[in-house]
């Protein structure tokens, strides 16, 4: 994909992380990237970013959040291309285990864009798996892209304070829980009440453990929930940031929070994603120089991925 410069934002995108969809009418298709590239050009956004592909993450780089053992958990069952990678949600099919790699690598393309100064801020469609745990897939999550990049940040840059928000329809688990005792990083998570929805977890009194009691903010939505009660918690989510004076920003903007998604109940719009996403952008500059990605995540409804994401590269755009 050509590069063009100047632009304030960098999206990842392309053949290589479109691979990254389950077949047999799975809700999480290859046609994912698609919808939402479609809906990019069509508003002219993909002029007015800097376009960058994507690469794969190498085993090292999975390895700074991944547990050796499940790399080659993944890797065996991807050779075979048949069976399951968790209880019954995740298929394995032949060339899982690059196409996964690819997603983490483009995650870290953008995130090394963004602290490298080639863009302020960044976008990657498919990626944000955020189910993934460090030994286990889940819920369509196979490598944890959001975990890696959170690694590398502190590793090779070391910073210790990020934020992470999570808008998705569902709990980010496989992020929390990785981080739960790690003060490092700021999570705040508004998601469908995990008594209705998969994967059940992200109840208010879960705030981190030891050391990282209080840098964690769960903010269970009941099913149904527009973007009046979205709107009436931001401030919540805003100041809960805001005390922590984050260095890095990470946006996970599920689109299956909007209305019409077919495995959730929530029924925001994209105004809420278009929000969430301004007010980070600020809250980035205040903190963060700027520094901010936002991952594409859930999202089954391929109108809904088209105009969510859409909404959140434009904010981005617009916000420079
Ligand atoms: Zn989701």
Known sequence: ?????????????????????????????PDRHDA??????????????????????????????HDPGYVD????????????????DTPAFKGVFEAACDV????????????????????????????????????????????VVVEMLKREHGLSRIAYVDIDAHHGDGVFYAFEDDPALIVADAHEDGRFLYPGTGAANEI????????????????????????????????????????FVILQCGADSLAGDPITHLGLTEDAHAHAAKQLCAMADRHAAGRILAFGGGGYNRRNIARAWTRVVQAFVEAA
């Open 73 to 88: 958990f993944v890797a065996a069952r991807s050779a075979a291309g048949d069976g399951l990678l968790d209880g019954g």
């Open 104 to 147: 983490v690598g483009a995650s870290l393309v953008a995130a090394q864009a963004v602290m490298e100064g080639r863009a302020r801020r960044g976008f990657v469609p498919i990626a944000g798996l955020h189910h993934a745990g460090r030994a286990h897939a889940a819920g369509f999550c196979v490598f944890n892209d959001i975990g």
């Open 36 to 65: 939402f590239w479609r809906e990019l050009v069509a508003g002219g956004l993909d002029q007015r970013v800097l376009q960058l592909a994507p690469r794969r993450a190498s085993r090292a780089e999975l390895e700074m959040f």
């Open 1 to 29: 994909m050509a590069e063009t410069g100047g632009a304030s934002t960098c999206v990842v995108a392309g053949e290589r992380i479109a691979r990254y969809g389950f077949p047999d009418g799975h809700p999480f298709g």
């Open 208 to 247: 981190g453990t030891g050391a990282a009691v209080g840098s964690k903010l769960n903010l269970p939505l009941p099913p149904g929930a527009g973007d009046d009660e979205f709107l009436a918690a931001w401030p919540v989510i805003e100041s809960h940031l805001e005390r922590h004076a984050p260095e």
